[in-house]
């Protein structure tokens, strides 16, 4: 696994249902829920938001962020990116 999970409870409750009854911190609401991170390039993240009462996923790679309503398109992009940072570090090998 080139990731890590970070807040397991909610990463696994986003794959079942839904998680628009997630409980965010302030800092939470203002940043977003970390997820999960990339193991290889920590600058990766997969992160739950709140945008206007509205929980979204939110894939952040360096400067660049993408927010997506479902699950499943946030989570294949965030493999995409992973797969991208694999084939990065590859080539620096």
Do not use: H
């Not at 979204?56 to 790679?61: A, E, G, I, Q």
Request: aromatic share 12%; glycine share 4%.
């Amino acid at each position: 696994m080139n990731y890590r999970i970070i807040n397991k409870q909610v990463f696994e409750q986003a794959q079942v249902r839904s998680v628009s009854d997630v409980v965010f911190t302030e800092e939470e609401l203002e940043n977003g829920m970390k997820l999960a991170v990339s193991k290889k390039d920590p600058t990766l993240t997969l992160f739950l938001v709140d945008v206007d009462g509205q929980k979204k996923f939110d894939v952040r790679w360096d400067d660049s962020s993408e927010v997506f309503n479902g699950w499943y398109s946030a989570w294949d992009n965030f493999v995409w990116c992973l797969s991208v940072v694999d084939t990065q570090n590859d080539k620096e090998a």
